[in-house]
């Protein structure tokens, strides 16, 4: 990666930018092929693999593919320069998507890449590795290492490496924040959250019980920008909990290459185990448990998707992220009450606001200590909307021209 930094960061940025957008167009040719990898080795429902994971990858590399010769015009009266070598950590979550949200833009901005997918789901990455490999990409411009955490280290460690952007666990991005303190290393991290997702009594509730269900059951809730604890108002909580008990028992627990799966396999059996014993942390703390008597597969790392009521803010559920289909179910009152308990957590990534009332929503977007806030929506992604966490939940924002930011030193 050293070595070919020297001629790629000189290259034509124009001749960059066809590197990227042919990967881009491997990708999408390829859809199917990746798809079922990542289903098969990760357990989300081929589905979601196929309509949001593998065409957004895509889309980053087509979106970063555009910007590789107009730097100059997004950093106006500076000089944008690559940093030169970037290494790169990511999660088991979104194997595929988080690659390309990690390798698109430094490419685009010049700069060599070493990533190291997650040690449990390296296929699709691999894969990539093939299709760039194909593609006629320099050799060295990308360099995929597979590895457990160990390797992690060996990438955050070596002097060779001039940028560390890492996505996981906030336990993890600590360790790696201290130990490049003091070197000439620049850093993103992407760590955990702990996502509100805020329904007023005037939204509309049925497209709210949705929105409800996708925040958290999407990718079973493996998901660190998740919509984990739910805060209705009062006014209207029993019938948003009505219909929500209702709505989780039609939703299909099972085979992950099944087209009609909702929510397909947990990633690990030691996921599962962190998942359960949430669960069991819970109930034993005074939650009111809710499991959905759906259809739910026979062998396997299942967990059906679960409600609890009767939690306050001092519960370990509504503190921690459990990184499962595990929803924390709160009530309010008032607009200022709400604000304070969502805003009440040592993370900052991501909110949901459900209301009809555009007022509600600008005062909430302004109010929220949280890097990415959705309206009557929730798990909406776009390479051309920056995504990123204040807080516990990280720095530096990935996608959209803020995206570039991070692989530049700017003149
Ligand atoms: P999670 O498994 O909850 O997503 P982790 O932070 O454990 O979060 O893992 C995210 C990525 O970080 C994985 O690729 C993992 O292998 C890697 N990793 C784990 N420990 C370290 C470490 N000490 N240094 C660098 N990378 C690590």
């Not at 990760?42 to 589905?47: A, D, E, L, T, V």
């Not at 609890?308 to 008032?334: D, K």
């Not at 555009?358 to 959705?374: H, M, P, R, Y």
């Not at 021209?401 to 530049?408: I, S, V």
Request: aromatic content about 8%; proline content about 5%.
């Amino acid at each position: 990666a050293r070595k070919a930094f020297k001629s790629w960061s000189k290259l034509n940025p124009k001749e960059r930018g066809k590197y990227i957008f042919r990967i881009a167009r491997m990708i999408q040719e390829r859809a199917r092929e990746f798809a079922v990898i990542e289903s098969l080795d990760g357990g989300k429902p081929i589905r979601e693999s196929r309509d949001i994971d593998i065409p957004l990858a895509a889309n980053h590399f087509f979106y970063y593919a555009g910007w590789a010769d107009k730097l100059e015009y997004a950093f106006p009266n500076k000089t944008p320069q690559p940093l030169g070598v970037a290494g790169q950590i990511i999660p088991w979550n979104f194997p595929l998507l988080m690659a390309a949200w990690k390798i698109a833009p430094a490419l685009a901005c010049g700069n060599t890449v070493v990533l190291k997918p997650a040690e449990t789901t390296s296929l699709t990455a691999l894969k990539l590795a093939e299709l760039i490999r194909d593609s006629g990409l320099p050799k060295g411009v990308v360099n995929i290492i597979t590895g457990a955490g160990e390797t992690g280290t060996e990438i955050v460690n070596h002097p060779d490496i001039d940028k560390i952007a890492f996505t996981g666990s906030t336990a993890i991005g600590k360790i790696i924040q201290k130990s490049i303190a003091g070197s000439k290393k620049k850093s993103t991290l992407e760590l955990g959250g702990k996502g509100a997702n805020i329904i007023f009594e005037d939204a509309a509730i049925d497209q709210a019980v949705e929105g409800i269900i996708n925040a958290i059951f999407f990718n079973q809730g493996h998901v660190c920008c998740a919509g984990s604890r739910l805060f209705v108002q009062e006014s209207v909580a029993e019938i948003v909990i009505e219909k929500l008990k209702e709505r989780i028992s039609t939703l299909i627990v099972g085979d992950p290459l099944d087209k009609n799966t909702d929510i397909g396999a947990i990633n690990s059996k030691e996921q599962l185990n962190t998942i359960n014993n949430y669960i069991k942390i819970g109930k034993k703390e005074g939650g009111e448990i809710y499991q959905a008597k759906c259809k739910v597969a026979k062998k396997g790392n299942w967990c059906p998707p679960t409600l609890f009521l009767n939690v306050s803010q001092s519960h370990t559920i509504v503190q921690e992220e459990i990184f499962g289909p595990v929803l924390a179910i709160q009530t309010f009152r008032t607009i200022d009450e709400v604000i304070e308990k969502a805003n009440n957590t040592p993370f900052g990534l991501s909110a949901g606001v459900w209301t009809e009332k555009g007022s509600k929503i600008f005062k909430l977007t302004q109010e929220l200590n949280a890097g990415v806030v959705w309206a009557n929506t929730y798990n909406k992604f776009d390479p051309t909307s920056p995504f990123g966490g204040f807080k516990e939940s990280g720095f530096g924002r990935e996608g959209g021209l803020h995206g570039l930011e991070a692989y530049l030193k700017l003149k």
